[in-house]
């Protein structure tokens, strides 16, 4: 699976949206599921799915769907 879909699918899944759910232009609160305990959630699903360890810093940088693939592509994942 090419990393972008992965990571949607990383995002449909914390945060307990249907498979065919929007998420590229989701934000931190934009909706209700995506509260602190998810953002938690998400940031270990993101580590797990791209072995990655985000520092405290990106955890909180974690604003958004395009933060995440920001922070991600400063750990070497490639989205292209």
Do not use: C, N
Request: no cysteine.
């Amino acid at each position: 699976m090419p990393p972008l879909d992965r990571l949607r699918e990383v995002f449909r899944a914390s945060l307990e949206l249907p498979a065919d759910a929007e998420v590229d232009d989701l934000e931190y609160r934009g909706i209700e599921k995506w509260d602190s305990l998810a953002h938690m959630a998400l940031v270990a699903a993101l580590e797990q799915a791209f072995d990655v360890m985000i520092d405290t810093e990106d955890v909180l940088a974690i604003s958004s769907f395009t933060a995440a693939r920001k922070v991600l592509e400063r750990q070497g994942v490639d989205f292209d």
